[in-house]
């Protein structure tokens, strides 16, 4: 009954001030509208979590991920785009350093990677605060899976589009990241050649869809724009919720767009580690997007005016 009314309070709430106004509204202490907040987005997590947020669980789910990629952002075999956010909280008490992150204030970090359409497909907020995107990638569920090559029906290598040789399916990253043939990220920006540029922007141009997505989340959710005052652990829940709301909207609602998305930039940060094969990949999908088979007819156009 009350459901409709618990979560856009939920989207709104941004500070204890806020509660304690509320609580006129409602004719119930602010105290009490707190542990509403946590029931309700407990509530939303499972209720929806195996409907809205999820990976594919056939290998032909998959491939229709990497169609997706292809088909909107042409870039081929990737089954998604990761990265990390940050969002801002209390300092929980006597935790030391373990919030504090290295843009100088306390938060929960949302590791997330996302699909073609801005989707979440898997998220991760269980992780050490003050930690990097990449040493949470590293710890997490999906990296070991891509590591260990156990992720559920991931489809076997075949050739890209229009050419015969195998290449792996692969999902996208920043600098921050290692390179693997299951994860590509763009070249050093030192020296590039021609071609590394053009390949860099085409990467470039599809991993942007996992920073857009964090846009339209913030957006939408704008508790997430603000630091939040409760219990850290509450946090990492609104904010789960919030990804599943966020799909929810995504699915049920698909013309409705965010001012963030389709924002061409190209992201590139400092040098990483790199696998022998994955450079040996990287190379191929260079030649490839440099290729007639590849190449699109505006790729030079965008990396003359960046």
Partial sequence: MCRKMYIFSFKNIST?????????????????????????VEAIIEEYTDELLFCPTTEQGWRDLADQWYQ?????????????????????LNSGSEFYNYKS??????????DADYKFTYI?????????????YNESDLHRGLDQNRIHAFPQPDPLPNDNQDVPYFIIGDDAFSLRTYLMKP?????????????????????????????????????????????????????????????????RYPVLQNRFVDRDTIVVQGPNTASRDGKRQRNLLKHWCNSPTGSVHWQERMVAIN
């Fill in 16 to 40: 204890i001030g806020y509660l304690l106004n509320m609580q006129y509204a409602w004719r119930v202490p602010h105290n009490t509208i707190s542990l509403v907040v946590r029931e309700v």
């Fill in 72 to 92: 909107r952002w042409n870039f081929p075999h990737t089954v998604g785009a990761i990265d990390g956010k940050h969002v801002a909280c209390k300092a929980p």
């Fill in 105 to 114: 204030f306390y938060s929960v970090i949302l590791f997330a990677m996302v």
């Fill in 124 to 136: 991760d907020v269980s992780g050490n605060c003050s930690s990097s995107d990449a040493q949470i």
């Fill in 187 to 251: 070249y050093n920006t030192r020296n590039l050649t021609h071609e590394e540029r053009i390949f860099n922007y085409r990467l470039s141009r599809a991993r942007r869809v996992v920073e857009n997505a964090f846009g339209i989340l913030a957006n939408r959710f704008q508790i997430l724009l603000t630091t939040m005052q409760h219990h850290h652990e509450t946090v990492r829940i609104i904010v789960e919720a919030c990804c599943i709301l966020h799909n929810l909207m995504r699915t």
